[in-house]
């Protein structure tokens, strides 16, 4: 039996880890390579005396009597002919390709389904995604000065040169558009800095190094971050340090907004950054937070690429994004790997799924004036929605105002 273990490695932060040899397969599991979901099929187990017994798809074929065959059946009048979800005609748009585009055309009623992937390789990847990114700001009209948060990974890179085409196209000084990257080992290395460094200054924007003794004049601490984090991990442990990094860069780049008069903050949120919030929300009962432009205090964060898949970002720049990956640092986060988790497997079936839902939601949300807005807390620029509990709620500011007693002011104006 061909043992592809031996040709492909899965990788993750924590290392690599085995795929499940062909003879380990499920039924289920076997579904699922042909496209079709195993919550729409019954497992048979058929003797061949004119019986049948329902098994379970955790079976693996091996599993079942030699002399037995097995029976999948649809439980539902579904029309396979108009689905035909494993026929995927393959478009080579490059001898090298990077990536393939998957685009799912389900029937008509001519029962003409047209599935297609489309391979192409980095370099028409950068037009696609570029193009996107230059569009969003032109069809929003957003003006410099301009800030942007840069991690030295595919999707912040890909910002980059999108907003290298916006100026060019519509005639914007490039010097007013500051991008920013926090350094802070381990968590933020100084590595992923020097490729933001040279990409932003072959773009003619600012780059702006932020190691923490620059973050702790900017945003006016009382020590430095480092600091901060070993308080943050100490109480809410270290796989906390995903949270901890979001909310330094939204507040980094709402300072630097500040600083240079700039009323909008770019980040690299792609779309299974916002479908894993936007799942964690409902799921929980919660209205959705705006995208992709959200007002946070005086500053609009603005998700040019919340619609782009994360792969379709690290194939225009695959080299930095497997740098990028190598020097994360490893999470046992459980509920964070698990709403991503999801997130991702909402394309697995069906591609495009998760940008139809995010579609229509957005729709409803803007309809119905129903997303969920940001208040601020105290004088302080911290924002929330409302739904934490008050000790919970008490203790983070608490925590944070150790670090951060200019927020105790009454005077002070939130960002």
Not at 42 to 51: L, R
Not at 67 to 81: F, G, S, W
Not at 379 to 385: A, C, N
Request: aromatic letters at 8%; a negative charge; one cysteine or more.
């Amino acid at each position: 039996m061909h043992d592809w273990n031996a040709r492909v490695t899965l990788l993750f932060s924590a290392g690599a880890r085995p795929l499940k040899p062909a003879p380990e397969l499920t039924l289920a599991e076997l579904l699922l390579a042909n496209r079709l979901p195993p919550s729409l099929f019954q497992a048979y187990e058929v003797p061949g005396d004119g019986s049948l017994k329902p098994i379970p798809m955790t079976l693996t074929p091996g599993q079942v009597p030699q002399h037995h065959t097995v029976l999948l059946q649809c439980m539902r009048n579904t029309d396979i002919d108009a689905l035909r979800p494993a026929e995927i005609e393959t478009v080579r748009h490059a001898d090298e390709p990077t990536t393939a585009l998957l685009d799912f055309h389900y029937a008509d009623d001519g029962k003409s389904p047209q599935h297609r992937a489309h391979l192409v390789d980095d370099t028409a990847m950068r037009e696609i995604v570029f193009t996107k990114i230059a569009d969003f700001l032109a069809r929003h009209e957003i003006p410099v000065p301009l800030v942007a948060g840069i991690s030295g990974g595919g999707d912040s890179s890909s910002l980059v040169q999108g907003v290298v085409r916006y100026t060019a196209e519509h005639g914007l000084d490039p010097s007013a558009v500051t991008c920013f990257t926090l350094v802070m080992d381990p968590l933020w290395p100084e590595s992923a800095a020097q490729r933001a460094r040279a990409l932003c200054a072959d773009a003619g924007f600012e780059h702006v190094v932020l190691h923490p003794e620059d973050t702790t004049a900017l945003v006016g601490m009382s020590g430095s971050p480092r600091a901060l984090w070993a308080r943050f991990e100490q109480a809410y442990g270290a796989d906390s340090s995903h949270f901890f990094g979001t909310f330094f860069v939204n507040l980094v780049g709402r300072a630097l907004c500040a600083e240079r008069a700039a009323g909008h903050l770019l980040v690299g949120y792609q779309r299974e950054d916002v479908m894993a919030e936007l799942l964690f929300l409902l799921m929980n009962g919660r209205r959705p937070l705006p995208f992709p432009r959200r007002r946070t205090g005086e500053v609009e964060v603005l998700m040019p690429v919340w619609d782009v898949p994360k792969s379709l970002l690290d194939a225009c720049y695959p080299s930095v994004s497997e740098s990028n990956y190598a020097e994360r640092v490893d999470s046992t986060a459980v509920r964070r790997s698990s709403i991503y988790y999801l997130a991702h497997c909402l394309d697995a079936l069906v591609p495009q799924m998760s940008l139809s839902l995010m579609s229509g939601i957005k729709s409803l949300m803007d309809e119905t004036g129903g997303w969920q807005e940001l208040s601020h807390v105290g004088t302080t620029p911290l924002l929330h929605t409302g739904y934490a509990t008050t000790p919970e709620q008490s203790a983070m500011v608490e925590l944070l105002l150790e670090h951060f007693p200019q927020w105790h002011s009454p005077t002070t104006h939130p960002q």
